[in-house]
Each structure stands twice: as C-alpha cells, then as structure tokens.
C-alpha cells in the first residue's frame, strides 16, 4: 500500500471520528431550535418533553423512526378551540 493511500485513510478515519462526535450535538441545538415553535403548537408541557426526547441522540432518532411508521406524532398538538 502507497503512503499515499495510508495517508487518505488515516485522515478518512480522523474526519469520521471527529463528525461522529459532532453530530449528537447538531441534533441536540436543532432540538433546541424548534423550541419555541412546538411549545406553540403542542402547549408547553408537551412541547418541551416532545423537545427533550428529540435532543437525545439515540431516543430521538428512534422516536422520529416511529412518527414515521406510525404516522403521527407521540405527543398530540394541543386542541385549539373551533366555534
């Protein structure tokens, strides 16, 4: 092998290392991002545990996959009043 070729995956290893460290907190400030926007829509008790459970980075990416599956969210958005 090339010094070349061990050079590029070396720096391959040290790039997807250093992203997989990363990415945990990308989905944590996303999370915290929509804050504000599902209390509004879901009410504060349930938007702030719908925003706790998708920072978490396993729990998160787990809920998210059922939503999909299931078609709905966990967490209902509260009821806004119809006359």
């Known amino acids: 092998m090339s ?3 061990q050079a590029l995956r070396y720096g391959e290893r040290r790039v997807t ?8 907190w990308i989905g944590t400030a996303l999370a915290l ?10 009410g504060f008790a349930r938007g ?12 998160g990416t787990l809920k998210g996959l059922a939503e ?3 078609g709905r969210d966990f967490l209902r958005d509260k009821r ?4």
């Open 68 to 70: 999909i599956v299931r």
């Open 80 to 83: 806004v009043a119809t006359r």
């Open 3 to 5: 010094i070349q070729k």
């Open 17 to 24: 290392r250093r992203l997989s460290r990363t990415l945990p």
């Open 33 to 42: 991002i929509t804050l504000g926007s599902r209390i509004r829509r879901k």
């Open 48 to 59: 702030t545990a719908d925003t706790a459970l998708n920072a978490m980075p396993v729990v």
